[in-house]
């Protein structure tokens, strides 16, 4: 059992970073900073919540490649706008063995410039649209900020998707579609969150529009899980992505692309996790539900064979779980489990085992409950249903009360958390804002939120739409 | 439909190259040699391999971890053999963004030099041991020699497990365990392979000894797709990998590793295909059971709707099959799914709805079956399950044929595929039968086979052992 452990409502950053290696998550003294080592326990996390992305991938038609690591400059160098975004972040390979290379290669930040030029090749004509891809990978990112587990490392777990349209109007279908999807796959991971139509100075490089989706971390920060880009045809351009219409003449695809990152871990870390550690949603916990013999002399073995039994009809519903038959004692069992996560305990001893009877504990808000044998497995799936929901509601109602629509500067120098105020559209105003609330640009609603009779609390014009500011990760 | 095709039977590496691309497995344009976009049917395919191993990997106890693709020139350096071995063919990250590193990073061409250092901090007492790890990620190595999908490439989708032992006695145990693992997960992909004991002068960098997985492609050369590793404590002596003991003393950890690639798919491909395209075995393919309606006018909905039903029959008892309702003829889906290696067609037309039977076609042997519709998926398993057997005795006999245990090099001059012949121990001998024949030294067999009365056919002294030569990738 470990010594110390700092209190998440006493220091939240503090408790962040000691939970991710207490919990078993990842391992921080590999030797490059930002590069940390996946523990078994995080990893088979971070496996669960891509299987749900390529759930959700496979409802929606999208089909999974792999492109390679490795991009050529001369590739990397074709959209301009791309190469200045992301040119003093990457990592380039200059030799080989030996050998200096004659071209450098450098390792993805993204995989734009890798799968473009063979998505070239791969659509001839339109009835290879649209073309819906993704992949699941491993990126690379020369970070020069304080790293944090997860949150900002330079090895990053990465989903992106990919998809070539016809038109503008099927690429914002697609956007559409990407929009439905993060709701329903949030919602899994029990994180409410909003999404920001990004500044123009402020977009992904080369998008002609970028949507990013944020969380609040508890510390009132947020932090971007994940974005949406609408890239037009400015990528397929310099690309040559072209296709043959039904008419017989060419024109260029329209582009999306889909992205989120093992920031997602962060978020359900930092989220839902308390004092005692982390608490996982059920969905994507590794162990759904800890089964804990309570041991008395004389029956141990009817107590072990009843929880075997337990574990078997879990098992056959599906239900990820585990029977924790450790030489240790319960305590220190309970609190094993509660570092990690684990949504739902199971408590067997001599009394349950009398009354045909099962303890269920939930992780969430401890509260007890004893059911009866024969109802084991419809009241584990209510248990664990009813957990996400409250945890995602817990989220919601935190992202509600700190979730500010104000009018002046003077109010929300007063506020913690996501600031939205009236905005006139100039950079210059929304910089100013930024540095008066020592705050970030998130992006505008991208709900149509009436601003009528509002006014840009710097310059005064009437305000175009409103805009968000947050301190951010 | 492709307009030409190379046939096997006529030139095996040409068919080779051009099936990989044909079937959608994989797509050679990439600009940087011998690195391949991994296209969906092909990326779907190894991600079955892969399932199969962690299934193996589960059951045995490891626990799957993901340490990072960089890894400093320092920690590299620490075994002498082991970057004697690999520092020609490893690929150097020398910038980020603008600025030179202050010591280079290698990307990983294996991951003993990044886990070493880790291991040490996870292993403190005899109660931490064995540990068990392995992961799925991509290496890297500069090939240059001639690059072939799958089987010579750049970037390496790569399995490896590494375990860590009390002492060489439990490490030995953990090599029984990697080969009864062998046995079972290549059994499942129809892949009959020998064990060989490779000799000392060409065993993995670092390792105590190497035992090399062959398998037996149709040009008669072998293909070596794993290989499992005693390291004794080679590695743990520089990276200090020590453990109490339960008398309070400190010892080295002896250690294993199992190494297996993608060329499993490059055997796939081509042992298994024939002249019409890919065959894959049950276990692994994308899709176990095509289901192809033959529609006659008036009667397409009974038809499409019958099909239907057998594809929800079918996946309720987990089998992947897949309805082909394009709108192109039989003829060309039958060519289709046959290139693809599809291992069971169902065909469907009013006949068969009539007599309430459905027709069943083998991939491998193209034999017909008329079975009734109400034992559809017994049947189904069984033609699975008979496929998979007919697959693997088929390359089993031709793994037995081009075998030969022989005494004389004039008999070795005679025989393709892979040569015995009894041996003194010497690296000298060995060599020189390698030039005489013109292939290459691949160990001992491990099973313990007599060679007494039989003399080195080199030098005429007394043989130790036999040696097996042949060809390889």
Partial sequence: MPETKVKKTEDFHEWYNEIVELADLCDKRYPIKGMNVWR???????????????????????????????????????????????????YWVTYAGNNQLEE????RPTSETAMYPIFSLWIRSHTDLPLKTFQIVNTFRYETKQTRAFI????????????????????????????????????KLCLPYIFSKRPDWDKFAGAFYTISIDVLMPSRRTLQVGS???????????????????????SYCHQTTYGMSERLLGAIIGIHGDNKGLILPPDVSPIQVIIIPIIFKGREEEIISECNKIYQKLTE?????????????????????????????????????????????????????????????????????????????????????????????????????????????????????????????????????????????????PAQTWMRYAKTY
Same sequence: chains 1, 2.
């Avoid at 450098?104 to 390792?107: I, M, P």
């Avoid at 029977?323 to 509660?338: A, H, L």
């Avoid at 905005?423 to 008066?436: D, F, V």
């Fill in 228 to 250: 949406i880009h609408q890239y037009k045809d400015n990528f397929a351009r310099p690309y040559g992505i072209t296709y043959e219409t039904r008419d017989g003449t060419h």
């Fill in 152 to 187: 900002r490392v330079r090895e990053i777990h990465f989903f992106e998707a990919h998809t070539c349209h016809k038109d503008f109007e099927d690429a914002e279908r697609q956007i559409e579609e990407d929009k439905e999807i993060a709701d329903r796959f949030l919602k």
């Fill in 40 to 90: 078994p326990y995080g990893w088979k996390l971070m496996r669960h919540v891509d299987e749900l992305i390529r759930d959700e991938m496979e409802k929606t038609s999208h089909q999974e490649v792999c492109f390679p690591l490795l991009i050529p400059e001369s590739l990397f160098k074709k959209e301009e706008e791309h190469i200045e975004g992301f040119g003093s972040e990457v």
């Fill in 317 to 461: 519903e599906k239900i990820r779980s585990h029977v924790d038959s450790r030489d240790i004692t319960p305590g220190n069992k309970y609190y094993d489990w509660e570092l990690k996560g684990v949504p739902l305990r199971i408590e067997i001893g001599p009394k349950e085992l009398e009354k045909k009877e099962i303890m269920l504990v939930r992780r969430d808000n401890g509260e007890k409950k004893l059911i009866s044998q024969n109802i084991l497995t419809s009241a584990v799936k209510k248990e664990l249903s009813d957990i996400s929901t409250s945890l995602y509601e817990k989220a919601k109602n935190f992202l509600r009360e700190n979730l500010h629509r104000l009018q002046t500067i003077e109010e929300a120098k007063e506020k913690k958390g996501i600031i939205e105020l009236p905005w006139c559209g100039t950079e210059k105003c929304a910089t100013e804002i930024e540095n008066i609330l020592d705050s970030n640009t998130l992006g505008e609603p991208i709900e149509n939120i009436k601003c009528e009779n509002t006014s840009c609390p710097i310059c005064g014009n």
């Fill in 104 to 107: 450098r290669w450098l390792l």
